[in-house]
């Protein structure tokens, strides 16, 4: 089994900033990519971002130039840092590892966080 949990969600102003964790843990041969992604009440859920085993990321265009990803390879970990935050950004943020590859018996797995939420207002 492979876990994520994520930390660090809660309640800021708008423009304040926040840092998102999400630490693997279980039966772990290697990651692969690692992306973070939110739902909003109503809405579907949608990507903030990913990012390769080798660095490569992605964001979705609501997010660029505000939210940075990024991860420690070697703790099985990912962050999202989240600056000058809107209203708009309210949302239960989730961790996803879509292709992590287990210990024996060795196979692919997708996993998803349980998610914490983001509240952005005054």
């Known amino acids: 089994q492979v876990q994520l949990v994520e930390s660090g969600g809660g309640l800021v102003q708008p423009g304040g900033s926040l840092r998102l964790s999400c630490a693997a843990s279980?039966?772990?041969?290697?990651?692969?990519?690692m992306g973070w992604y939110r739902q909003a009440p109503g809405k579907e859920r949608e990507l903030v971002a990913t990012?390769?085993?080798?660095?490569?990321?992605n964001y979705g265009d609501s997010v660029k130039g505000r939210f940075t990803i990024s991860r420690n390879n070697a703790e099985n970990t990912a962050f999202l840092q989240m600056n000058s935050l809107k209203p708009d950004d309210t949302a239960v943020y989730y961790c996803?590892?879509?292709?992590?590859?287990?210990?024996?018996?060795?196979?692919?797995?997708?996993?998803w966080g349980q998610g914490t939420l983001v509240t952005v207002s005054s």
């Open positions: 996803n590892a879509p292709r992590v590859l287990t210990l024996a018996p060795y196979r692919f797995l997708e996993v």
């Open positions: 990012i390769t085993s080798e660095g490569s990321t």
């Open positions: 279980g039966n772990i041969a290697r990651m692969n990519a």
